[in-house]
């Protein structure tokens, strides 16, 4: 488990998840969620908080909603392509990755999702009066959730430069403060998954790096491939349309006995 996780053996007390902030690679979670749903759905349905900063908050209430990962993936690699028509990409004037996203959330959010998310969906976001990291657990409506994963997801200049606000507050990006969110107390396990190689319990499998680098309290290995992970985030060059992450989830089933 990864450091912030208490020692209580995996299996005695069902795991919350954590999916990182990863930008477009969230494809490689989504293809992670879409293995546990396919080999071993209890993970998902048993964790007691699913938890995720910027594109990894997609992730988990995709999880809590109980969409469907292929659904929001396939949502992602279309965007993506048509990103990739346009010369600066996710730059370009004529690119809205902000509209585009709260477009997706509207489609295919249930109405009921703040009551499937209320206690068990947990969004990290960026406070910007006081820096200060922020995880939104209780949601009174659809729209609330929505707002909340705007905030959670926001990275100024990138999707826009007047930030979105949640409750009278403006929040940015919450993988700024948290890429990989964690819950604290006691057996209070905490699955993290991550498509940059590093420290976390799925993720790439790698060779050792002799360098790592710690981003908003996750490590990394720094190498070349997570180079090119970190610029496919922003500037989704090579998303893959195969499930990405679902070998790296088999694998991590097997050796944990799931």
Same mark, same amino acid.
């Given at each position: 488990?990864?450091?912030?996780?208490?020692?209580?053996?995996?299996?005695?007390?069902?795991?919350?998840?954590?999916?990182?902030?990863?930008?477009?690679?969230?494809?490689?979670?989504?293809?992670? =969620?879409?293995?546990?749903?396919?080999?071993?759905?209890?993970?998902?349905?048993?964790?007691?908080?699913?938890?995720?900063?910027?594109?990894?908050?997609?992730?988990?209430?995709?999880?809590?909603?109980?969409?469907?990962?292929?659904?929001?993936?396939?949502?992602?690699?279309?965007?993506?392509?048509?990103? /990739?028509?346009?010369?600066?990409?996710?730059?370009?004037?004529?690119?809205?990755?902000?509209?585009?996203?709260?477009?997706?959330?509207?489609?295919?959010?249930?109405?009921?999702?703040?009551?499937?998310?209320?206690?068990?969906?947990?969004? =990290?976001?960026?406070?910007?009066?006081?820096?200060?990291?922020?995880?939104?657990?209780?949601?009174?409506?659809?729209?609330?959730?929505?707002?909340?994963?705007?905030?959670?997801?926001?990275?100024?200049?990138?999707?826009?430069?007047?930030?979105?606000?949640?409750?009278?507050?403006?929040?940015?990006?919450?993988?700024?403060?948290?890429?990989?969110?964690?819950?604290?107390?006691?057996?209070?396990?905490?699955?993290?998954?991550?498509?940059?190689?590093?420290?976390?319990?799925?993720?790439?499998?790698?060779?050792?790096?002799?360098?790592?680098?710690?981003?908003?309290? =996750?490590?990394? /290995?720094?190498?070349?491939?997570?180079?090119?992970?970190?610029?496919?985030?922003?500037?989704?060059?090579?998303?893959?349309?195969?499930?990405?992450?679902?070998?790296?989830?088999?694998?991590?089933?097997?050796?944990?006995?799931?």
């Amino acid at each position: 488990m990864a450091p912030g996780v208490s020692s209580c053996h995996y299996g005695e007390v069902a795991p919350s998840i954590s999916f990182s902030g990863c930008g477009f690679m969230a494809t490689y979670q989504l293809g992670v =969620a879409q293995c546990f749903l396919n080999y071993a759905p209890w993970i998902l349905r048993t964790a007691p908080s699913v938890l995720g900063a910027s594109a990894g908050s997609l992730v988990a209430v995709t999880v809590v909603c109980e969409m469907n990962p292929i659904t929001i993936r396939d949502e992602m690699l279309n965007f993506a392509k048509q990103v /990739n028509a346009f010369t600066l990409g996710p730059l370009n004037p004529s690119v809205n990755v902000f509209h585009w996203l709260e477009c997706v959330l509207r489609k295919h959010l249930p109405s009921d999702a703040h009551q499937l998310a209320s206690g068990r969906l947990s969004v =990290a976001m960026t406070r910007l009066t006081d820096g200060k990291n922020t995880v939104m657990s209780e949601f009174q409506s659809k729209e609330d959730v929505v707002q909340a994963l705007l905030c959670s997801c926001f990275v100024p200049g990138y999707c826009g430069l007047q930030p979105p606000s949640y409750k009278g507050d403006y929040y940015v990006d919450g993988g700024f403060t948290s890429m990989q969110p964690v819950l604290s107390g006691t057996c209070s396990q905490t699955l993290t998954v991550s498509p940059f190689s590093g420290d976390t319990d799925i993720c790439p499998t790698e060779p050792l790096s002799r360098w790592e680098m710690v981003v908003s309290g =996750a490590t990394l /290995n720094m190498n070349m491939a997570n180079s090119f992970r970190v610029i496919n985030a922003l500037y989704p060059m090579a998303l893959k349309v195969r499930p990405f992450g679902y070998k790296d989830a088999i694998h991590f089933l097997l050796r944990n006995g799931g």
